[in-house]
């Protein structure tokens, strides 16, 4: 299993990002996808998720300014970032569990300015 994240970067607070995560190696539309971040000196934290059937969740940090979105024809996942804030600047990681095994993206960078 592998799962390349792309898309993070530095915005002003109140700005937007998208990121995305392309996964190989496995049966991408039978497997819930998720994003979990960590942030300087913080655990990591589950931030959102989608289910195979497109079900999704958010942890209440985020619910209604992050939309999770998967593309099972690409293979990919998204996250839609709005309305940032300064504490949402964390590396944010692909993940998804297969056979009972964790597995994570590379990360990327995501930094809100206040």
């Known amino acids: 299993v592998q799962l390349q994240a792309s898309g993070g970067g530095l915005v002003h607070a109140g700005g937007s990002l998208r990121l995305s995560c392309k996964a190989s190696?496995?049966?991408?539309?039978?497997?819930?996808m998720a994003w979990y971040r960590q942030a300087f000196g913080r655990q990591r934290e589950l931030v959102t998720i989608?289910?195979?059937?497109?079900?999704?969740n958010y942890s209440e940090s985020v619910k209604g300014r992050f939309t999770i979105s998967r593309d099972n024809s690409r293979r990919t996942v998204r996250l839609e970032m709005n309305s940032l804030k300064p504490e949402d600047s964390a590396v944010y990681y692909c993940?998804?569990?297969?056979?009972?095994?964790?597995?994570w993206g590379q990360g990327t960078q995501v930094t809100v300015s206040s």
């Open positions: 993940h998804t569990r297969r056979s009972m095994v964790d597995w």
């Open positions: 190696g496995m049966h991408f539309a039978i497997s819930a």
């Open positions: 989608i289910t195979s059937g497109g079900n999704t």
